[in-house]
């Protein structure tokens, strides 16, 4: 290997290494929420005192991801035309200024306003960041770079798991938890901004580096790869984000756990077996990727297979330890799933459309997350049992595997990509 080439390789493994605490933070201040539910509700009484307060509850969760979905777009849109790297550094410190916010507030209002915001400032944050790690590493270690990234989020999600203890602790709380990472994230947005480096892009076929939005999304959507992948990223999301917020209530009130323990017991198990479908799916993928175009579609199908068998598990578990058995199934394929969307996405279009192409994904996705937040709070209400519910989730799991088999990578593009 030439001195050139172990340059940009450590570069490249420098850029996914600088992101990946950003990425841990990005969740963190998102999951904390969840686990520390009872004890946020108790503080706010608007909240707490409400008849319907898991659908304020849930709306509020869902309110976030609406907000988030929108300004997906746009994020992906400034990242693909201006530097990631300043696009990730005030995202950072914009979502941490807001997280030290959060500690503050005292009434339902406030704490909806507060989450708007967050959802407004996080939202540039992973489009930027995934096309950051794409545009560094070529086709052959994609997987694994943001496989590495999104372990980072996992982490997050599982300190986010423990914040149940926290909040229910007499001496810290959970304002003092939201407090204290606002400020850290505040602080290491500057080594960020200091060291990450973008990626020198080049035109691909004399396509100009910028388009205009309508350009853009013509151009997107006249791909039809490209709306398979984001009906396939979309309908799984609805399972994705009640298991990711509503898991620690579930657990709660069906196994009669504590606050903190409840929260632990939902991330903890399926965050660690992601860790190991990440680094699985990400080896696998870009190994098959060499020989085959179709390599990462077919072991993401695979990862969403397993899903399909996790939720009908979780939705029909009459144990605590069936529960957590087939959370963890869930995680394992979800780490398949989740390491190989922008490397499949950096199949079909070119680089400059990256980041856009993501933050489509994500508006499409999250808004489908958010309308489930909020549904399965009235659900909550309604006592509709958890087996209809996560039966229904299954079958848009099942049938998306159809979907991701029929997607076809670009040759040319898989073969550019080859040559980077």
Known sequence: MSMQLQKTSSTAWLVVGLLMPVALLNYLDRQMLASMQSSVMASIPSLGEAANREEMWGFMLGQFKWVYAVFSLIGGYVADRSSRRVTICSSLFVWSAVTWWTGQVTTYNELLLARSLMGISEAFYIPAALALIADHHSARTRSRAVGLHQIAIYLGIIGGGFGGYVAADPDLGWRAAFTSCGILGMLYAVPVLLFVRDAKQKDHEGVPYHSSPVASVREL???????????????????????????????????????????????????????????????????????????????????????????????????????????????????????????????????QLRATGYGVMNFFSISVGGLADWGFGRLRDQHVPLSVTFGGFAALAMFSVILVLLIRPTPKTVRQEDNQ
Do not use: K
């Not at 009906?231 to 990711?244: H, Q, S």
């Not at 965050?271 to 077919?298: H, P």
């Not at 990862?303 to 069936?322: E, H, P, R």
């Not at 394992?332 to 279009?349: K, R």
């Open 221 to 351: 959507f006249t791909n039809f790869s490209f709306i398979l992948l984001v009906l396939y990223f979309t309908l799984p999301a609805m399972a994705g984000w009640v298991v990711r917020d509503w898991m620690p209530g579930i657990l709660r009130t069906q196994f009669d756990l504590g606050q903190g323990e409840a929260g632990v017991a939902a991330t903890l198990p399926w965050q660690l077996s992601a860790i190991v479908g990440v680094l699985l799916g990400g080896w696998l993928s870009d190994r098959r990727s060499r020989t085959n175009d179709r390599g990462r579609t077919q072991c993401s199908a695979f990862g969403m297979s397993l899903i399909v068998l996790a939720i009908l598990g979780m939705g029909n578990a009459s144990t605590l330890s069936f529960a957590l058995a087939f959370l963890m199934l869930f995680g394992l394929g979800w780490g398949f799933f989740d390491c190989n969307n922008m490397p499949i996405l950096s199949q079909l279009v070119r680089p």
